[in-house]
Every structure is written in structure tokens, then in C-alpha cells.
């Protein structure tokens, strides 16, 4: 950070006489120099030091028809002695100043507040004053939570306004959702997105699979093999296989609709052809720091760490010969012609 002597200047202008006073407040606490009002008006504040002695001074003013507070005459060094016994540190003022702290980790502790403000200004905070600090900063932030939910209806009423349709249809054609096939997500699913096409984890439908009692190798080989197959001829091979090994096995997957987990009858709508949402976990994992954020804060991190990746994707795929990714270009030519 600046010190504040490089930061103030003549002609500054601020905001209001509030955002003057901070300002004052700040260089008071970094310059371990106390201050007086000579004068404080809505119009006109004059500080000076408390040592008659010493040279600094400050004159502000407001700016006429304006609320604008503007510096007008300055003399920052002061010639007094420096103390930090007088320092007019409070619980607001720490609470304003590591604000940020709590904001990334709520369980942040006193005692960083005290190091911290130790450090950067030489002043030893009391401990309880650090907790009054501690007690202002999370209600801040939570309170933040809470609102910004209310946001939340203004982003969702923007992406209606600029994407027409959209709820389940957007500018992308329908939406495919792929859940692990929870009881309550499915029911979710279903009534949000009556009209999106669903599709299950191959690892958990196994999962499912085997908690119903179809277990071994055999089994979920012939799963795999349906599941991965890439046409309908070798998915009923697989089926016909499963079938032999187990006639309640069969009937079970087949009860599924295949569309959901069968690549070959996936809508081509969704240009993937995963068959297990591991791609899901690796974003929940991406975005885990931002997860615990406040909802409208986290919405904005994930929308700036995606914007980076898109265009770090965009830029890669400049190199790319043909429009086909590298990657499936790549095993396109393994097949060959
Ligand atoms: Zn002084």
C-alpha cells in the first residue's frame, strides 16, 4: 500500500466529509501522530497537531453546490515526537480495516488482527477490542448473505431478458442434466426441468446396481460394454450378454430408460459422450474456493473463473487445423481414413 503522504495531495477530492475523515483517520493511525479539529463545520474542517509546537496542518473544504470535500492547504510532516499512546484505533476502524479477512475465512481469529495491526502500524490492540472488531466484521459479511439473495432474482430475471426461452430452452437448445441419480435430486430435476434431457453416472448407476444385489466382474462388464458402446448393434450384444448372466439383471438395467445412460441413445444435443460425471466433481473441486462465499459473490467468481478459462480454451484451439478439438482429431486419426 502507499503511505498515506504520497496518497494525499493537494486538490484531492473526496467524496464527502465523511470519506475526508476516514482518510484523516488513516493517516493519523499509519503516521502514529495524534490530531485535533480546529475547526469542523459542514463547510470547512481544520486539523492541526495537538503540539502547538508541531507544523502540520490540513484545511479542507466543501465545494460549493456539492457535497465534495476538497483538500486545500496541507503540511503532513509533523515535527512532534511520535506516539501510539493516544491512537484513535477503535473496533470500527478494525472491523473497516480486515473486513477481508472474515469475508474469505469467517473463522479467522483475533489474534491475526492483533499481529496484523501490530505490523503495519505499531499499535498493540487490546484483545477485547479485538473481539468488538471481530463481532462487527462477520455481521457484516453475513449480513451480506443475506443480502444478497434477494439479487439473485435480478440475475435470474437478466438471463431471461437476454436469452429468451430460457428456464429450460435457452439460446443452446435444450439443456442435458446429469445427476448421480439421488432420490431427492431426481424429483428436483424432474419438476425444474420437466423437459431437459437427463442423464445418469454410469458409477453410481453400478453403485445402484450392486446395492440391489448384482454383484461380480461378469455383470458389470456387461454393463460397461453397453454403456460405452458407441452403436446400438454392439450395445445389444452387451445386453443380450448381461442377459445370460442374470435374467433379474437384465430386467433391472433394462427398466432404465437407455437414453439416460447409454451413450449410443444419448440426445446429440449434448456434445459429450461421458458416460460418468467425474467432469462435475473436477468443477465442484475448481470452484471450491469460491463455494463458501457469499451466493452473489460466488456467482461473479464462478462467472470470472470461467471467462478465463474460455478464453485460455479459445486461444489454445487458435492452433487447431481443422474445427474438430485436437483431442478427438487426435483419436480420429488413430481410426484412420
Ligand atoms: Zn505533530
Redesign the pocket.
Known amino acids: 500500500m502507499e503511505q498515506p503522504h504520497e496518497q494525499l495531495c493537494m486538490k484531492l477530492c473526496f467524496r464527502d466529509q465523511h470519506q475526508f475523515r476516514d482518510a484523516l483517520l488513516n493517516l493519523h493511525i499509519t503516521?502514529a501522530?495524534?490530531?485535533k479539529y480546529h475547526r469542523n463545520s459542514d463547510q470547512r474542517i481544520i486539523v492541526?497537531?495537538?503540539?502547538k509546537?508541531?507544523?502540520?496542518f490540513m484545511v479542507a473544504a466543501v465545494i460549493k453546490g456539492e457535497k465534495t470535500f476538497v483538500i486545500k492547504k496541507m503540511r503532513l510532516e509533523?515535527?512532534?515526537?511520535s506516539t501510539t499512546e493516544t491512537t484513535r484505533v477503535s473496533a470500527k476502524w478494525l472491523a473497516q480495516k480486515y473486513e477481508h479477512l472474515f469475508r474469505s475465512d469467517i473463522t479467522t481469529g483475533i489474534q491475526t488482527i492483533i499481529d496484523a495491526c501490530m505490523e503495519k502500524y505499531g499499535v498493540d490492540v487490546p484483545k477485547c477490542m479485538a473481539y468488538r472488531a471481530k463481532n462487527i466484521a462477520i455481521e457484516a459479511v453475513l449480513g451480506d448473505h443475506k443480502k444478497q439473495y434477494p439479487r439473485l432474482k435480478d440475475y435470474a430475471q437478466t438471463v431471461m431478458d437476454t436469452n429468451p426461452g430460457s428456464g429450460e430452452v435457452g439460446k443452446f437448445g435444450p439443456y442435458t442434466i446429469m445427476s448421480d441419480r439421488q432420490k431427492g435430486l431426481l424429483n428436483a430435476v424432474n419438476a425444474v426441468f420437466p423437459n431437459c434431457n437427463q442423464r445418469f453416472c454410469l458409477r453410481h448407476l453400478y453403485a445402484n446396481f450392486q446395492n440391489v444385489g448384482f454383484r461380480g466382474e461378469d455383470l458389470k462388464k456387461c454393463m460397461d460394454n453397453a454403456s460405452y458402446a458407441y452403436n446400438e448393434h454392439k450395445f445389444n450384444i452387451a445386453m443380450n450378454d448381461l442377459r445370460v448372466e442374470s435374467e433379474e439383471a437384465w430386467e433391472w438395467l433394462t427398466a432404465i430408460p437407455k437414453k439416460t445412460w447409454a451413450r449410443h441413445a444419448f440426445d446429440t444435443n449434448c456434445k459429450t459422450d461421458l458416460v460418468v460425471n467425474n467432469l462435475s466433481e473436477v468443477f465442484n473441486k475448481y470452484i471450491l474456493d469460491v463455494r463458501r462465499k457469499p451466493i452473489r459473490t460466488m456467482c461473479d467468481g464462478i462467472k470470472d473463473k470461467q471467462m478465463v478459462r474460455w478464453h485460455r480454451n479459445r486461444e489454445s484451439v487458435k492452433a487447431a487445423r481443422w474445427d474438430i478439438t485436437p483431442h478427438y482429431s487426435e483419436k480420429l486419426e488413430e481410426v484412420g481414413p
Open positions: 503516521q501522530r495524534n490530531f492541526e497537531c495537538p503540539d509546537q508541531c507544523q502540520f509533523h515535527t512532534c515526537p
